[in-house]
């Protein structure tokens, strides 16, 4: 029995753009734009740069959010019902039942950023909230130490500053986030504006040409 050997030889793979003279039907090649190709490849990698989780600043979210979970039942606590009765304005009641929705979102905000560390809306959108209810919280404490009991407001508050330090990390972090986009965004641009040189170079025989306009109908 005779065996056949068949050499199989790799060729490096060519791409190339095919187009038509003015007057033949031969196509002719060009070689491909490589810039055009450089530019979405940049443009990819630096996506899939970005999208590298953060295993640190996911903690940190996870803090922030097991924060949230225990000044809740202490809001609980509170009765702003008995301070109206007692004089205390009808705001206390509002800013008490905003307070614990706020932090209720608090804690669901957290934890959907664990699963994606690197969104930027979705983080600003998180601190915003954090920053606005905490000065709600600061206004709502005024009522507990004045209508209930000062040494619960103490409580409450102490709690709460405890995620000053995770605050300022997403801060930063959300700073490292705007500051690679900017990056991404800046390297794609420059790519794509030498990408339009090139083209701008290039002999008008080997732009395609406009096709012509229908002639209109004589009358």
Not at 106 to 125: F, N, R
Not at 179 to 192: G, P, T
Request: charged fraction near 20%.
């Amino acid at each position: 029995m005779r065996l056949l050997f068949v050499n199989f030889e790799p060729r490096p793979a060519r791409f190339e753009v095919r187009r038509r003279g003015p007057n033949t039907g031969d196509a002719k090649r060009s070689p491909a734009l490589p810039g055009a190709l450089t530019a979405a490849m940049l443009f990819f990698c630096c996506a899939a740069f970005a999208q590298q989780p953060d295993q640190d600043i996911a903690a940190v979210y996870n803090h922030v959010g097991l924060r949230a979970a225990r000044i809740q039942p202490m809001l609980q606590q509170l009765h702003p019902k008995d301070w109206i009765a007692s004089g205390a304005p009808d705001t206390y009641l509002a800013q008490w039942t905003t307070a614990i929705e706020q932090f209720r979102a608090i804690e669901s905000d957290m934890a959907a950023l664990t699963q994606q560390p690197e969104s930027l809306t979705e983080t600003m959108k998180a601190l915003f909230r954090v920053e606005t209810t905490n000065q709600l919280l600061a206004s709502l404490m005024g009522g507990v130490r004045k209508y209930q009991n000062p040494a619960l407001a103490d409580l409450i508050e102490s709690v709460a500053a405890e995620a000053g330090a995770d605050i300022e990390s997403i801060e930063q972090h959300l700073l490292r986030i705007a500051q690679d986009k900017d990056q991404q965004f800046a390297l794609v641009d420059r790519e794509a504006q030498r990408c339009r040189a090139t083209l701008s170079k290039q002999p008008a025989a080997s732009r395609p040409a406009a096709p012509a306009r229908p002639a209109r109908p004589t009358q």
